[in-house]
Nanobody, 125 residues
Framework: QLQLVESGGGAVQPGGSLRLSCAASGFVMDYYTIGWFRQAPGKEREGVSCISWSNSSTNYLDSVKGRFTISRDDAKKTVYLEMNSLKPEDTAVYYC??????????????????WGQGTQVTVSS
């Protein structure tokens, strides 16, 4: 059974850093694109970053470009989101998700069909 589990969230001050992990089980992650999304209270879920199944492409939400970095280690079945220079507006529950095998990256939540349970990130002084 396909399963995604996020970890690494927490509370940090503005300017701080966190590294989120998305651990996959129940499927061969090599053939799956993985996306990171976030949802703040009262707001819609938005795509933050995505890395393709072949590791051939990545994309980022404009507001996180230059601050966040997505990477994957298929041997460890884990995708990472390195978040630096965090801002209060980055506060949200962060989710990882996947699509069907061999699908490309997308920033739309509706394109993803399997989700983790989420991890809270709070940026506050």
């Amino acid at each position: 059974q396909l399963q995604l589990v996020e970890s690494g969230g927490g509370a940090v001050q503005p300017g701080g850093s966190l590294r989120l992990s998305c651990a996959a089980s129940g499927f061969v992650m090599d053939y799956y694109t993985i996306g990171w999304f976030r949802q703040a209270p009262g707001k819609e879920r938005e795509g933050v970053s995505c890395i393709s199944w072949s590791n051939s492409s990545t994309n980022y939400l404009d507001s996180v470009k230059g601050r966040f970095t997505i990477s994957r280690d298929d041997a460890k079945k884990t995708v990472y989101l390195e978040m630096n220079s965090l801002k209060p507006e980055d506060t949200a529950v962060y989710y990882c998700a996947t699509r069907r095998p061999l699908d490309s990256c997308s920033g739309r939540a509706v394109d993803f069909n399997a989700w983790g349970q989420g991890t809270q990130v709070t940026v506050s002084s």
